[in-house]
């Protein structure tokens, strides 16, 4: 019997966060989506955190020239309610061991090109991508962090097959290997309701295909076309994340992260449930 092979400790993981944000225009004009409020905290943090959480000591976010403001935001964390919350870690031990660092992604060309202009920072070693639209309540970083490569997925509606990245493949008690990947299909032609949800693990070798990778879905570089053309040289693996997910991308998925942080938080969630049905009985009116 061969010994399982074990892929390295991933340490670092990144997240880009140099989108437009046209969704959110006109408020995009002056700020920036990742730092719109879900509950108390920025959007991006909750991505962040969840990376900290999953045992990442270095997080890259690829910026735009324009977007400088989301990594000063993260340069200075809020290290005192990151400790209390998560591993019960010092402020001053948890900004000792976390690094963040920046780099940037001159052109937007796509969710691809942003994790290739991140090659030099990654520096050849195993990493994550977390991107920071998807809100999850529980850390689907952690479920894959052990696998690499791998890739977190989700049971999505028919109607939203056309919104994400697609897999085919054969499950097994939850575990999914890959075999294909189509990037926001029409849903007709989706070959199955599972879909990427935002948290991968890659080898360094991604960056190969990522630098040959042509344009795909609006004329961008997509990772996903990247990762299709890694499965018929090595196989990915999937995870099926069956817990609450917010997409904070769009209007709906902030208000919705929003109140489910804020039900889920001891010191407000008596008043917010007071004030929720104050509002839905003066709309029933
Ligand atoms: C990106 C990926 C897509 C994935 C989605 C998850 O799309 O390209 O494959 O399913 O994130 O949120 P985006 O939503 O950035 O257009």
Same mark, same amino acid.
């Given at each position: ?41 920025? =959007?991006? =943090? ?99 962090? @052990?696998?690499?490569? =791998? ?62 990778? /042509? ?37 709906? @998925? ?12 001891? /010191? ?18």
């Amino acid at each position: 019997m061969t010994d399982a092979i074990r892929p390295p400790q991933i340490r670092v993981a990144v997240i880009p966060v140099a989108g437009k944000g046209t969704r959110w225009n006109p408020i995009t004009r002056s700020v920036a989506k990742e730092l719109l409020p879900v509950w108390r905290r920025t =959007s991006a =943090s909750y991505a962040f955190e969840e990376a900290i959480a999953a045992g990442i000591e270095e997080v890259i976010f690829v910026v735009s020239p324009d977007k400088h403001g989301v990594f000063e935001h993260f340069l200075r964390f809020d290290a005192s309610d990151l400790g209390a919350r998560y591993q019960g870690e010092s402020p001053r031990h948890l900004h000792e061991r976390v690094k963040v660092r920046a780099c940037i992604q001159e052109e937007a060309r796509g969710l691809g090109h942003a994790i290739l202009c991140a090659e030099n920072d990654v520096a050849n070693r195993p990493f994550a991508v977390l991107l920071p639209d998807e809100v999850l309540m529980e850390n689907g970083l952690s479920r894959i962090i @052990g696998i690499t490569p =791998s890739v977190l997925l989700m049971e999505v509606p028919y109607a939203q097959r056309s919104h994400y990245g697609i897999v085919a493949g054969h499950e097994h008690h939850g575990r999914v290997t890959i075999t294909d990947l189509v990037e926001k299909p029409d849903p007709a032609l989706a070959p199955s309701g599972l879909a990427v949800t935002g948290r991968y693990t890659f080898n360094p070798d991604i960056f190969d295909y990522l630098r040959t990778q /042509e344009p795909g879905h609006h004329g961008e570089i997509q990772l996903t076309d990247a990762m299709r053309r890694l499965t018929a040289d090595h196989p990915i693996s999937g995870v099926i994340y069956r817990g609450t997910r917010h997409d904070v991308g769009q209007p709906m @998925g902030l208000l919705t992260a929003s109140l489910d942080f804020a039900l889920k938080d001891p /010191e407000y969630r008596d008043q917010v449930r007071k004030e929720v049905e104050a509002l839905l009985h003066t709309d029933a009116r």
